[in-house]
């Protein structure tokens, strides 16, 4: 999932500004599950801002909406009408959902509420760790499903280095090293001559290297037999 | 000086203290004006938004009893 964290009640209030309607929109997938964006964020937003904006004696008109997604405009068109009622939306959402109702909604001013983090999981109740890092040239199947790229804080692909100590990480002992980890889930499964293989130079044209990425599937696009 | 009039909403567990409440009132006990007794099913059942939506409405305190 993404995970992102709120950003604080004063940077929120600083990015509203003077707009007097303000419309809340949550988002109902990643960030309601890591509890930043959800309904329920979103109620809980509202009614802090109203609260605070009513005690620094200008009380906002705040409410809030969730959608199912907002990366995707059919969720958004279903609020389209409060989206126009309103001097503002704050989003919710993360990175991708801000851009989203700004895209879809050209003439309306959008702030996000959230900083979007990484794409992670759950270690815990309340513990979110980062996972993937996108990189467009998975190596997962190399290194045991154990990313070097997202969980080696240098993002090596021939580790440990000389950094790694005790199985864990110089960038800060709490990490542990991902080729700590890569060895060892190896090792446990019998597939050691991996690490043997000399493999080519990653392509990172396919991470953020090659610039902003899209995908076009034309089995899948609407018309695309025509053109 | 009167102090103002204060409201107190006490979200009582249904199994317990609104119970204990129930009784308080059965034996004729008094409690200040000031607290509005809610019954919920458990106080299990409080959320951030609860207390939020109380004192957004008014409330000055909000009492969970279980």
Redesign the interface.
Known sequence: MIVAEQKSLDEIKSLIGDAERVLVVGCGTCVTVCFAGGAREAAIVAASLRMATKLDGNGKDVTDVTVQRQCEWEYLDEIAEQIEGADLVLSLGCGIGVQAIAEHFPRKWVVPGLNTSFMGLPTEQGVWAERCAACGDCVLGLTGGICPIARCSKSLLNGPCGGSEGGHCEINPDIPCAWQLIYDRLSALGKLDLLMAIQPPKNWKTSRDGGPRKIVRDDLRLGAEEE | MDSPQLHIIAYCCEHCAYAAADLAGGLRMQYPPEVKIVQIPCTGRI???TV??A??DGADGVMAAG
């Open positions: 959320d951030v938004l939020l939506r004192i957004e």
